[in-house]
Nanobody, 114 residues
Framework: VQLQASGGGLVQPGGSLRLSCAASGLIATINDMGWYRQAPGKQRELVAIIHSVGNTNYADSVKGRFTISGDNVKKTVYLQMNSLKPEDTAVYYC?????????WGQGTLVTVSS
């Protein structure tokens, strides 16, 4: 499985960005897709995940601001990020699980700064 993410960039505090990720390869049995992020000097953390049945989970820090969505047939996943804060600055990684293996995209940088 290969994951291609796009949509990062520089945005001012309070602004919005939308990340996109598309899976390719042997995608039919992908279970979950989502996004992790890693800020400088910090560990990678879960941002949001959408399961194959459609339920979602979010980090507490992004609840109410970020929305994950996706197409379970095409195996694409999106992250709509609103009301961005400087602390959201990080490299965002697309993720998927095809049990028992986890796959990662190359990362896309999101910088929230005035």
């Amino acid at each position: 499985v290969q994951l291609q993410a796009s949509g990062g960039g520089l945005v001012q505090p309070g602004g919005s960005l939308r990340l996109s990720c598309a899976a390719s390869g042997l995608i039919a049995t992908i279970n979950d897709m989502g996004w992790y992020r890693q800020a400088p000097g910090k560990q990678r953390e879960l941002v949001a995940i959408i399961h194959s049945v459609g339920n979602t989970n979010y980090a507490d820090s992004v609840k109410g601001r970020f929305t994950i969505s996706g197409d379970n047939v095409k195996k694409t996943v999106y992250l709509q990020m609103n009301s961005l804060k400087p602390e959201d600055t990080a490299v965002y990684y697309c993720y998927c699980r095809r049990f028992p293996t986890d796959f990662w995209g190359q990362g896309t940088l999101v910088t929230v700064s005035s």
